[in-house]
């Protein structure tokens, strides 16, 4: 570990905290006074662990989220493809007719689905979604969604690990029903039956299987589809999709998210253009302070496949603008489709 650099890029990640390193210890100092609580200046969360540059985290491991800053719990792996556009392939001679398309090839890269502290959530809301977690409503109106507060994907990268002497160390409503405390283990949390059972029953809506990622002029956009399943409306089939985009300064320049220009394809065979201010209602400022914001959102087609593409446009402190590409990827619907999850009930 280098904590200058956990302390650095900890406080870039969460204004409203700020992350100290004692030897090992972890504690956490609110920076405003509004948000210390009574008589209390530092809190103690637990002590630092190795981060692992091989292998995975098991169920059960503490983690602080390396951007956002959040305290979180890995419930359980996923390994997805990465294609990442920054990395150039080997040079090939081109064969007649090419016109100098890119080929990106996926390489295996770890997720982990997570909990996230509620009491972290306030702090953390400005930057990225806490209900981003989506599922189609199982009832008669195709458009309902519902979420599940406090669940997140987060790169094997973007872990970096504690233990805690605490039995209870995340506070999350699902928290007691998923997980078990056994001091035998290390990590000293184990998973529930009902855990395993609800990674089982809702694992075609929560999986995560390919991850896109391109730069332009230092801001990287990465890009994760999710299937939600097909309904049916006015006699047709409506597919949807959630995506999730995480956009990460990577330079030293402030800059801010002004509009999205959007071409969604169907395999119907039609091509929509969508254009409009900001994202989710928001036009984030992406500072070294505050380099990263990440949100969700859906789509929907009367296909059971298309593609997506397109670019956000920037503006620099000097009001200039440039264009940065949101990195193409696919909408495919699952073979074997079966009704979204009833519920989400125990």
């Known amino acids: 570990l280098n904590p200058t650099s956990l302390i650095s890029s900890l406080w870039r990640a969460s204004p409203a905290q700020f992350v100290c390193f004692t030897l090992q210890c972890v504690t956490v100092l609110p920076v405003c006074g509004r948000n210390r609580p009574e008589g209390k200046i530092l809190e103690t969360v637990g002590v630092f662990e190795a981060v692992k540059q091989h292998g995975k985290y098991e169920t059960g491991q503490l983690f602080l989220h390396s951007v956002f800053g959040y305290r ?3 419930l359980f792996p996923w390994h997805a493809r990465l294609y990442d556009r920054d990395i150039t392939p080997p040079i090939k001679p081109e064969p007649p007719g090419a016109h100098g398309s890119k080929e990106v090839k996926g390489k295996t890269h770890t997720y982990y689905q997570v909990l996230i502290d509620t009491r972290d959530c306030p702090h953390i809301s400005q930057r990225s979604q806490t209900e981003a977690v989506t ?16 669940l997140d994907y987060v790169s094997h990268e973007d872990i970096l690990p504690y233990n805690s002497t605490e039995q209870v160390p995340i506070q999350h409503e699902l928290f007691e029903r998923f997980l078990m405390y056994n001091p035998a283990k290390s990590p000293p949390f184990t998973a529930r039956d009902t855990l395993k059972a609800w990674q089982e029953k809702n694992h075609p809506w929560l999986e995560l299987s390919d991850v896109h990622r391109e730069t332009t002029e230092n801001i990287r956009v ?6 939600m399943g097909m309904r ?15 956009l990460e300064n990577m330079g030293s320049e402030v800059v801010q998210l002004r509009e999205r220009h959007w071409r969604i394809f169907s395999l119907s065979g039609t091509l929509e253009t969508v254009r409009g201010r900001g994202v989710v209602g928001r036009e984030p400022v992406l500072s070294k302070e505050q380099p990263a914001f990440q949100y969700s959102s859906h789509v929907s087609l009367q296909a059971p496949s298309g593609h997506m593409w397109g670019t956000f446009r920037i503006e620099r402190t000097d009001g200039s603008h440039f264009d940065v590409r949101i990195p193409p990827f696919s909408l495919e619907s699952n073979k074997d489709d079966k009704a979204p999850p009833a519920g989400y009930t125990f």
């Open 72 to 74: 979180g719990i890995v």
């Open 222 to 227: 990465t890009v994760i589809p999710f299937y």
């Open 232 to 246: 049916e409306a006015q006699n047709s089939h409506v597919y949807w999709w959630r995506y999730c985009i995480r």
């Open 135 to 150: 599922f189609l409503a199982n009832h008669d109106d195709s458009r309902a969604l519902y979420a599940i507060p406090g």
